[in-house]
């Protein structure tokens, strides 16, 4: 059971799990990741974020630029507005999926089965089964749901 962070080319960080690091590998091959959030196919391992720090962490307090990926954010941009930008393309990924609540395990495998059409579920899962589903092969992108973007969406 592997979890790792990916980031895809517009900046979106997420978190994927799989069976095994062959498994990311494969899935990554075939296309098969996207992006949640914006549904770009251009997903890619992050470096953890631990590795990232230990170049710069006792001599340089402020790292040279272009010596980690960062997101593709404005430099200037505040926190406030990148946090805006982060609801806004929640709200939009909610507004296109199902939420098919605590039956999000048993519909994610029965679409694997094909005993459903294929659509964009969301939902909620226990650790226990999204090792479940990876080690069955299906992907599943675990995200969290800010409680704003839930409150405005009732
Ligand atoms: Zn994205």
Redesign the pocket.
């Known amino acids: 059971m592997k979890v790792f962070d990916l980031?895809?080319?517009?900046?979106?960080v997420?978190e994927g799990w799989f069976a095994s690091e062959d498994d990311y590998a494969q899935q990554r091959q075939r296309a098969l990741l996207?992006?949640?959030?914006?549904?770009?196919g251009q997903?890619e391992k992050k470096l953890s974020a631990p590795r990232l720090n230990l170049r710069s962490a006792a001599h340089e307090p402020h790292a040279a630029p272009g010596s980690a990926p960062e997101p593709a954010q404005a430099p200037d941009a505040t926190e406030q507005q990148m946090h805006a930008a982060y609801l806004h393309?929640m709200r939009e990924w909610m507004a296109k999926t199902e939420d098919v609540g605590q039956r999000f395990a048993s519909e994610a495998r029965a679409m694997h089965l094909g005993d459903v059409p294929e659509r964009a579920i969301r939902g909620q899962a226990s650790a226990q089964e999204a090792q479940e589903l990876a080690e069955e092969g299906i992907q599943v992108l675990r995200i969290g749901i800010p409680d704003s973007i839930k409150q405005t969406l009732q």
């Open positions: 980031g895809c080319a517009q900046g979106h997420f996207t992006c949640p959030m914006c549904g770009d997903v393309v």
